[in-house]
């Protein structure tokens, strides 16, 4: 019995002892980056690469046997000793988690080779080679081509395709285990990337993104889509129609006037949609590379096109001519009122005359309104014709317009400006601010070096004061001015030196109470370095900094003429006249409290910062000139359109006397005051007489003879019958005598 059990010791002893090969792979088609892959386990003391593995095929899947004891083993894969290594998720199938590590487990008992696995996974990772191709006739500029989707999360430079023969069909074969994914192609690191079709055989869309589709069970040659499109190939008996391009005005503008923000779309049709936009006014290349043309600048007579760069699904890029636009603008008016005594109105009025007054309008459209003003309180009708005879010694009449004339003029009132024409800086709208902060190189001063005014113009100097230390201008009309809303404009030209970065903004003027952001920030202007290239944006605070913009390519070396027009509900930046980009401002986005409060304006000359920093080639002092700033606001304060409504001139009423002299002055009416008023006058068979109720009237002819009497008891329209034409005298019997010349005819 005892040999027996020594015997089975022996066996066993010799079994521990025996090392089995065990051949680990992984599939490192889904791992960053990397030169040799290897693995690190507790029966090599996690060396780092001490097991490295190897591809023989180039296939991606990467393996390497190793000779060990039956036994309990921990273990993971990585790469470049340890550079990168595997995440596995603690509790998984295949792992065990000790305080911080989690690996793979491995028990051995005989000789085996291990499922291909995948990298940071537990599941099993037999891939399959996928060659994608794409045609990219279609597409007007590129550099690389690449494949981008789920199984390289999105990569934008991960698998580069290639062509070979230089026909023009990219390609790229890649190993993907079985299992659906989304894809498309793109290029250069995302800078153009395929538009596709919602709902086309070749795409789905998940949570707003429409890509490309496939479902990996084997080795696959997918066919050479042509870019943007579900179009595998071109065959000549399938016809294509050519490509082309129509522009249309769509804004809602009739008739245009002088000013009108204009927005033109064009349309394509044939063409990928990576197409490139040449806007043109007159034959001159004006806007910016979009299928949006916005501007406020066009005159009567201009025209407006397109040309556009691009190629359709089969064939090489080209050029393509929109068609032309004329454009009819109207300049813009201004409209007017003035008040005048109406023609039929005696020279030298009497008390209780029924007095005229006409409205002389200007520009005030088909059926403009009239409002008639009589010291101060609103009277009469609607009426280009104001009549009264209740007015008193002294009255003043006036007339406000309420006009519908087209294209009336916005009326922007300057109500700031500093056009630099002294020999300093005006210190009743500017400030100095002098500090060195924001991550730039410059501090700055107060100094005559940097900051100086002569011939007509404001320079900012910036100014290098030894190694990486450099002195500069910055003028801000904190505290001096402010405002809410209105048009900021000025005309400067910026250095082009590589460091500088002069800019042109504004700041809420509430930045002491609020920390940027929550002030709001609006970048009129800003440039970096030697570009040909303007930067306008706004900030504010939307649960953190938050800023949106644009740019326009201009030559730098010239003076320019930067704008924003700021209004309630929008801030629009210019260059030169042309819009370049627009902010709503709105509750949706967060902009309600930064934009609706005063700002002030800033300039300055910043060294790096947002531009490089200044190296050899820099060329300092470097100077940032300002020809002018100016701030206009139209008339009402909320900076909506200019009003319509005009005030006229005030007419002052003088009266004068009517009494007589003595009843002989029978055909002269002195400066006395009468009682009594007649009219109309002349007349051709009745007037209306209005006077003292209960007094006696007598008419008189030339000859003194009376030829009718009339008892006055309330206003009397008297008919003259048989009189012949000529001049009377109506006479008031009662009290003191009063008379007034007729005309009958």
Known sequence: MLKYIVFLLLIVNSFKGFAFNVTFRVNMQNAPSFSQAEVNASFNNWCGNCNPMTDANGDGICETTIALNAGYYEYKFSADAWNIQETLLPGTSCTNTTGQYTNRTLNVTGSVVLPILCWGDCSNCTSFPVTFQVNMNAVPAFTTPYLSGTFNSWCGNCNALSDADGDNIWSATIFLNPGFYEYKFSADDWSISESLAQGSICTVTNSGFINRFINVSEPTILNAYVWGACIISCP???????????????SDVNPICSGAELVFVANISNLTNNASYQWKVDNNNVGINSQLFSTNALSDGQIVSCIITGADYCNPTSTYASNQIPIQVKPLVNAGVSVEYSPENQIDPCYGDLLSFNAITTNGGLNPQYQWIVNGQNVGDNSSVFQSQDLTE?????????????????????VWADEFSGSVYDTTKWVPEIYSNNGELQTYTSNAENIQVNNGQLHLIAKNEGENAYSSGRLITRNKFSFKYGRVEGRMKVPKTRGSFPAFWMLGANIKELIWPACGEIDIMEHINSENKFYGTVHWDNGGHTLQGSNLISNAALYHTFSTEWDSSRIRIYLDGVQYYEHAISASNSTLDE????????????????????DNTSVFPSSFDVDYMRVSQKNKSNGTLASNTVTSNDFTLNYVDCFPTSINDSFIETKSQKHFTLFPNPNSGTFILKGQLGESYAIVNELGQVVKEIKLNHAETIEIEGLKSGMYLV?????????KMIVVF
């Open 236 to 250: 000549p008996e399938i016809p294509i129609p050519d490509p082309s391009i129509s522009i249309e005005l769509v």
């Open 394 to 414: 002294a009255s003043v009449i006036s007339c406000t317009l309420i006009s519908n004339e087209q294209c009336l003029s916005e009326q922007w009132n300057m």
């Open 595 to 614: 934009f609706t409060k005063p700002f002030f304006l800033l300039l300055n000359h910043a060294v790096a910062g947002w531009a490089d920093v200044p």
């Open 731 to 739: 006479l008031s019997t009662a009290g003191l005598e009063r008379k």
